[in-house]
């Protein structure tokens, strides 16, 4: 399994999702958390399916800030347990091996006196 978390700075301009799958084409991740997406859950859910990932779960941004998701391939069972503006948790089951094991995505705010809040 290889995972990719990558901040991706918005992904408002077509380039940027041009860069994000070529990216995501060069790792073969198996599972991806994308951080400042900038756009809304239903966007983001086109982008994720357009870079090949059908399954996921995303929190959309929060004005021009914020937005997180996370998505995965067929061959895994992936179980939200819980989720906020600044992170998502679930629990990953690889259908081949049966292997299960938690995966937290967590994004702090990038200011220090908010840190306490993340």
Not at 14 to 24: A, E, F, W, Y
Not at 81 to 89: G, I, M
């Amino acid at each position: 399994m290889k995972l990719l978390s990558w901040n991706v700075r918005g992904l408002g301009k077509s380039r940027t999702v041009g860069r994000l799958r070529q990216k995501l084409r060069e790792e073969c991740s198996s599972l991806i958390f994308l951080i400042e997406t900038k756009v809304n859950e239903s966007k983001m859910a086109g982008i994720r399916r357009k870079c090949g990932y059908s399954n996921g779960f995303d929190v959309g941004a929060s004005g021009r800030s914020g937005g997180l998701s996370i998505g995965w391939h067929d061959n895994y069972v992936v179980t939200l347990r819980s989720f906020s503006p600044r992170h998502v948790d679930v629990i990953v089951v690889d259908d081949s091996e049966g292997n299960q094991w938690r995966c937290t995505g967590f994004y702090g705010a990038p200011e220090e006196q908010r840190r306490e809040e993340s």
